[in-house]
């Protein structure tokens, strides 16, 4: 059973950064993409990065490109989301993911994620 589990959520300034771990537990899969979605009040949850856990393949959506960086430390089982530049508009839920029926590419468009984190609150203050 894989268990994720996120940190790094808090009350952040636009214009500021912030960087979020989530912690993979469970994890006996060699090439399974780990992502991260996020959901903002009154909206649809929606695809943010994913990252390869083997290899270097990564995907973003285009509101982050080239703000946000995906990573990994496969030593401590953990993702990491590294937030620059954030708006208002990043304020959300961020949910960590994985699914071992996906590619890195393709996670983004999965209607049905298999294991899920709690999730973490960024809020962004203009």
């Known amino acids: 059973q894989v268990q994720l589990v996120e940190s790094g959520g808090e009350l952040v300034q636009a214009g500021g950064s912030l960087k979020l771990s989530c912690v993979a537990y469970g994890m006996y899969w060699n090439n399974i993409p780990l992502g991260w979605f996020r959901q903002a009040p009154g909206k649809e949850r929606e695809f943010v990065a994913a990252?390869?856990?083997?290899?270097?393949?990564?995907a973003y959506a285009d509101s982050v490109k080239g703000r946000f960086a995906i990573s990994k430390d496969k030593a401590k089982n953990t993702v990491y989301l590294e937030m620059n530049s954030l708006t208002p508009e990043d304020t959300a839920i961020y949910y960590c993911?994985?699914?071992?029926?996906?590619?890195?590419?393709?996670?983004?468009?999965?209607?049905?994620?298999?294991?899920w984190g709690q999730g973490t609150q960024v809020t962004v203050s203009s």
């Open positions: 990252i390869a856990w083997t290899g270097s393949s990564t």
């Open positions: 993911a994985a699914d071992p029926h996906t590619t890195t590419q393709e996670m983004g468009r999965m209607t049905n994620i298999m294991y």
